[in-house]
């Protein structure tokens, strides 16, 4: 399966922000952009004037970046987004936040997207009730996300939990500590989805 092997920090510095990539290191000295606040490559400080296309495909990849999504996957996101009665950007949006991984890490069980997708690859949850290792797996409003009963007791876990109750989860998803699930409420709404993107960029690079 194909996926990003170069180091992520050069994807922030690319963007010049923070894309959080990489969990707790984000929010210490150590970060990348905190250290080179500059794009990566040897020409990368030289002015350039950036076209419109230019910045709708820096957007995009901002967007797959963020979410730790390949570029034929993110298509078929977009062409399901379309297919969506609503506002195209938005229903994109709803759906990359609904991916399995995402909501994994949104409920705190990992610190990053990439570590997320990992433990779903590893069959580390249930959802609605069967083992789920397919981290594009999409969730539904009602349903339940679970740490399987074969990983309570995984290290990782153990070390984990205790630090949840100091985290905040989005409005749309509930958590119980003690049972090690989660449910989701609703679908997300565009001011519940604290990723800075404008999706309209989106929108108009697929519509060339």
Known sequence: MARYT?????LCRRQGMKLFLKGDRCFTP???VE???YAPGEHSQRRR???EYGVQLKEKQKIRNIYGVLERQFRKHFEEAE???GITGENLLQILEM?????????GWASSRAEARQLVRHGHFDLRGRKTDIPSAQVKMGDVVGIRGSSKENEYFQAVIPTMAKKTIPKWLSLDLDAMRGRILAAPAREEIDANVSEQLVVEFYSR
Do not use: H, I, Q, T
Not at 6 to 10: G, H, K, L, M, P
Not at 99 to 107: G, I, M, S
């Open 99 to 107: 991916r399995l991984d995402n909501v994994v890490y949104r409920f």
């Open 30 to 32: 150590k970060c990348g």
């Open 35 to 37: 250290r080179r606040n």
């Open 49 to 51: 004037k950036v076209s």
């Open 83 to 85: 297919r969506r009665p």
């Open 6 to 10: 170069d180091a992520v920090c050069r």
